[in-house]
């Protein structure tokens, strides 16, 4: 249950739309949270669904997504990052193995202190999403099947 419920939030946090919340219908264990945590943040847009709260926002100008359960407890964080801060390992393997794909994007995912990456990659009409782990492994990223 846990691999799908980050399955989900990794999808949401890979080009996926959805519909913002009115701040006031935010829980406000949530909003406590977010705000204690993330003061000073700016540009909030709140997005409410029935597994989790996201709350995109720009902190120190740089662009964020915290996930947050209804509890408020935080469940991770996204942000976008260069396709070179992968480990070197990785890099190398991605070059290797699809060298017809462009880099769309790089999302690096923390939760429970333990960072992962995730790389979308295009070639025309075929897709691919790559987790990455810290140490260098590269695998493709099934998500919701």
Not at 12 to 17: D, E, P
Not at 40 to 50: D, K, L, R, S
Not at 110 to 131: A, C, P, Q
């Amino acid at each position: 249950m846990k691999k799908l419920f980050f399955a989900v939030l990794v999808a949401a946090s890979i080009g996926t739309s959805a519909f913002a919340a009115d701040a006031t219908k935010v829980n406000y264990r949530v909003r406590t949270a977010f705000e204690t945590e993330f003061a000073g943040a700016e540009n909030v847009i709140w997005t409410i669904t029935p597994e989790y709260t996201r709350c995109s926002f720009t902190l120190n100008n740089e662009k964020i997504e915290a996930f947050y359960r209804s509890n408020g407890e935080q469940i991770g964080t996204s942000h976008k990052v260069d396709f070179d801060k992968l480990p070197a390992s990785a890099i190398k393997k991605i070059q290797k193995n699809y060298p017809e794909y462009k880099v769309k994007e790089t999302i690096q995912f923390e939760v429970d202190g333990e960072k992962n990456y995730y790389v979308s990659l295009e070639n025309g009409n075929l897709k691919r999403i790559l987790e990455v782990s810290n140490f260098g492994t590269v695998s493709i990223f099934h998500g919701l099947k």
